[in-house]
């Protein structure tokens, strides 16, 4: 098995057919519910969540052996990660038949990337996996 990151994006000022409701975004988190329950029951899930918005975001960089910090995300864009999932599958292409139904859940684009754990992350997915 590949683990794979499916990142959830968002645009600025909505996405057209997002929720808009109280009943649709009801509707949208039953989605995902149900598709949080098939991924697990099919042992794909690992790992996932939301993120607060972009405005809640500070950048610290600490590259030229100063701390700076500023507020909002890095790159000046319209879109933003607004969530992910770290999958476990077989292949590239279980990966995108995934993002496919997270895609249908949630009304929004989603990147695919082979994900690479490493450190103590990387010891924990052994451990998991009886290794």
């Known amino acids: 098995m590949s683990q794979y990151l499916l990142s959830t994006y968002a645009v600025e000022g909505g996405v057209p057919g997002a929720p808009a409701t109280p009943e649709e975004m009801q509707a949208f988190m039953q989605r995902v519910m149900e598709l949080e329950a098939e991924m697990d029951e099919s042992g794909t899930f690992v790992f996932g969540g939301g993120l607060h918005g ?5 950048v610290v960089n600490n590259s030229k052996a100063e701390v700076v910090m500023t507020d ?10 607004a969530g992910f999932y770290i999958i476990d599958a077989a292949d590239l292409d279980e990966a995108l038949a995934w993002a496919g139904k997270v895609s249908a859940a949630t009304n929004h ?3 695919v990337r082979p994900f690479r754990a490493t450190g103590r992350v990387a010891d924990h997915m052994k451990e998991m996996q009886g290794g």
Not at 54 to 58: E, I, K, L, R
Not at 72 to 81: L, M, R, S, T, V
């Open 54 to 58: 972009p405005d809640a975001a500070t």
């Open 72 to 81: 909002g995300p890095f790159p000046e864009a319209k879109e933003h990660i």
């Open 109 to 111: 684009p989603i990147e």
